[in-house]
T-cell receptor, first 112, second 114 residues
Framework: ETGVTQSPTHLIKTRGQQVTLRCSSQ?????VSWYQQALGQGPQFIFQ???????GRGNFPPRFSGLQFPNYSSELNVNALELDDSALYLC???????????FGSGTRLTVV | AQTVTQSQPEMSVQEAETVTLSCTYD???????LFWYKQPPSRQMILVIR??????QNATENRFSVNFQKAAKSFSLKISDSQLGDTAMYFC???????????FGTGTSLTVIP
């Protein structure tokens, strides 16, 4: 097991651009969730993928989308970036949707 | 809807002393889990302790223990013999049984003073 790895660690994008954030989960972790953590706030649930299908979504617009791959990696895509999208994006993975989630160290996205 | 409230934005404690962080939550669910997560400057969320709502016994993990009051919807974290490495943001979180998301509070920044 190598934990949960997120890339890149930091990213600066311009308003209106698109971004893809990546997460590599532990082997066997077929469930991955993405969270947005604004400065000074707790993480907010974006969506969850289970066995490559979306399994629930939080209060985020459709320009936030995701993918999960058979090799336990996943992506978070954000289109038409807005200044308010500046945040720390965390992914968390687990086996079969149990509550033993492992978090990554996040990607710090800054939109200017 | 579930909400989690942490009313202490910042706290400090002397090394080796004991500190208690507060958390209240609101839910209509009967089966759920409660968590305390630690987020150091490395940003990774690290599980400190977990409590199943159906268990009346309070969870303990070494220096960390909780006071779970289900009727009052209260879930406080006690850290005994505080160490410098305990300095971090602490988040209280809720998850429904068979749920797919954590509901986090806004966090408490804990500083352990040497």
């Amino acid at each position: 097991e190598t934990g949960v790895t997120q890339s890149p660690t930091h990213l600066i994008k311009t308003r209106g651009q698109q971004v893809t954030l990546r997460c590599s989960s532990q082997s066997g972790h077929n469930t991955v969730s993405w969270y947005q953590q604004a400065l000074g706030q707790g993480p907010q649930f974006i969506f969850q993928y289970y066995r490559e299908e979306e399994n629930g979504r939080g209060n985020f617009p459709p320009r936030f989308s995701g993918l999960q791959f058979p090799n336990y990696s996943s992506e978070l895509n954000v289109n038409a970036l807005e200044l308010d999208d500046s945040a720390l994006y965390l992914c968390a993975s687990s086996t079969d949707r149990d509550y033993g989630y492992t978090f990554g160290s996040g990607t710090r996205l800054t939109v200017v | 809807a579930q909400t989690v409230t942490q009313s202490q934005p910042e706290m400090s404690v002397q090394e080796a002393e004991t500190v208690t962080l507060s958390c209240t939550y609101d839910t209509s669910e009967n089966n759920y889990y409660l968590f305390w997560y630690k987020q150091p400057p490395s940003r990774q969320m690290i599980l400190v302790i977990r409590q199943e709502a159906y268990k009346q016994q309070n969870a303990t993990e070494n220096r960390f223990s909780v006071n779970f009051q289900k009727a009052a919807k209260s879930f406080s974290l006690k850290i005994s013999d505080s160490q410098l490495g305990d300095t971090a943001m602490y988040f209280c979180a809720f998850m429904k049984r068979y749920g797919n998301q954590f509901y986090f509070g806004t966090g408490t920044s804990l500083t352990v003073i040497p």
